[in-house]
C-alpha cells in the first residue's frame, strides 16, 4: 500500500489506516477496525494470524468472525495511536 488511505467512520473518528501487510504485528489486547475493499467495517480483536485458506480471524465479545485476507483494504486502532 503506496499511499495513505485516510477513512471517516460513521461515528465521526477518522483515521489512516495501516496496510494490509502490517497485520502480524497488531496488538491483539486493542480493539481495532477492519476495512475491507468493498467498503464493510468489522470491528474487534485480531492476533494478526492468516490461515492456510487465507483468512484472518476478528474476535467479538460473544461471536468471531473469518474475514479474506486478500479483501482486507487496511486496518486501525479504535482508540489511540
Known amino acids: 500500500m503506496g ?3 485516510t477513512v471517516t467512520f460513521n461515528d465521526g ?5 495501516k496496510s494490509p501487510d502490517t497485520l502480524q504485528s497488531i496488538d491483539e489486547k486493542r480493539e481495532a477496525r477492519f476495512v475491507m475493499d468493498n467498503l464493510k467495517v468489522c ?14 480471524s476478528v ?3 460473544i461471536h ?11 486496518w486501525c486502532y479504535i482508540k489511540g495511536r
Not at 473518528?13 to 489506516?17: N, Q, T
Not at 470491528?43 to 484472518?56: I, M, P, S, T
Not at 468471531?64 to 487496511?74: D, R
Open 59 to 61: 474476535f467479538r465479545t
Open 43 to 56: 470491528r474487534g480483536w485480531c492476533d494478526g494470524e492468516v490461515d492456510e485458506d487465507g483468512n484472518f
Open 13 to 17: 473518528s477518522r483515521k489512516v489506516l
Open 3 to 5: 499511499n495513505k488511505i
Open 64 to 74: 468471531g468472525v473469518s474475514l479474506p485476507f486478500e479483501h482486507l483494504m487496511g
